[in-house]
């Protein structure tokens, strides 16, 4: 995205994605189903850790050098910013 703000100079995108899988590393939670403030914020926030904690385990298994090439996809998905 820096790389593209510098060449078009743009600062805003819009981005189409769809990947279910990677809702427990997305910590907005924008839905109704979650009726109470407390039970929103708990959620949030065990959400939140989560994906902080793989994230964290899959960038230091990468700089040990100890991370399986054949699952960079799924590392890429992970480490990915959105």
Not at 28 to 34: A, F, N
Not at 40 to 63: D, E, F, P
Request: glycine fraction near 4%.
């Amino acid at each position: 995205m820096k790389r593209l703000g510098e060449l078009f100079n743009v600062n805003t995108f819009i981005v189409s994605q769809v990947n279910p899988y990677v809702c427990p590393f997305v910590s907005v939670d924008t839905g109704s189903i979650l009726d109470t403030k407390l039970r929103k914020t708990v959620t949030k926030a065990v959400k939140s850790l989560m994906g902080n904690n793989i994230r964290y385990w899959v960038s230091q298994l990468h700089v040990m050098g100890l991370y399986p090439r054949s699952l960079k996809n799924f590392s890429d998905m992970i480490l990915q910013n959105y």
